[in-house]
T-cell receptor, first 114, second 111 residues
């Protein structure tokens, strides 16, 4: 079946603009994760959705970052008033039930804020 | 702070040699996973080892886990140029928080 997909693949924006990044998880996966990866660095956890539970937002770096997951499937990560330091690859992953399982990653969205 | 830390940060070997990467972590875990990343894009899951396991094999991969030392190693035998990638360990702390990834080891296999 289809894997995790993300769109757009690349996004160039100007400082101060808002951006929306989309993630389509694997069908039937109840857990969805967003990570950020700066150049040459490891993955920084941003937010985690599990079923109908309140999301774990503990990794969001500021109130300019928000995410939602509609209908337990597609998720959108929104960054408002983008800053140059937001430039990174944003990775989405899903797993069947929860954090103790294998995560399946999308190809990522490479964001460049000029 | 990082839960998992890989060592070395970078490793360069000749094709056919074995590559060993290490991961250390700080708190008790349910399991430890290794992932591979090509060209800064999505990660691919390689292997999961549970806290009650000591060693696990998958093809040319061998993973060990020493919970007393809070460390794990990933061995790739008979390396190939296609193994060139970054390798990350990820831990699942017992408090059931999301996986915490280390900064990775960048492996270069020279043909």
């Amino acid at each position: 079946g289809a894997g995790v997909s993300q769109s757009p693949s690349n996004k160039v924006t100007e400082k101060g603009k808002d951006v929306e990044l989309r993630c389509d998880p694997i069908s039937g996966h109840t857990a969805l994760y967003w990570y950020r990866q700066s150049l040459g660095q490891g993955l920084e956890f941003l937010i985690y959705f599990q079923g109908n539970s309140a999301p774990d937002k503990s990794g969001l770096p500021s109130d300019r970052f928000s995410a939602e997951r509609t209908g337990g499937s597609v998720s959108t990560l929104t960054i408002q008033r983008t800053q140059q330091e937001d430039s990174a690859v944003y990775l989405c992953a899903s797993s069947l039930r929860g954090v103790q399982e294998t995560q399946y990653f999308g190809p990522g969205t490479r964001l460049l804020v000029l | 702070s990082q839960q998992g830390e890989e060592d070395p940060q970078a490793l360069s070997i000749q094709e056919g040699e074995n590559a060993t990467m290490n991961c250390s972590y700080k708190t008790s875990i349910n399991n430890l996973q290794w992932y591979r990343q090509n060209s800064g894009r999505g990660l691919v899951h390689l292997i999961l080892i549970r806290s009650n396991e000591r060693e696990k094999h998958s093809g040319r991969l061998r993973v060990t886990l020493d919970t007393s030392k809070k460390s794990s190693s990933l061995l790739i035998t008979a390396s190939r140029a296609a193994d060139t990638a970054s390798y990350f360990c990820a831990t699942d702390p017992l408090r059931n928080t999301p996986l915490v990834f280390g900064k990775g080891t960048r492996l270069s296999v020279i043909a």
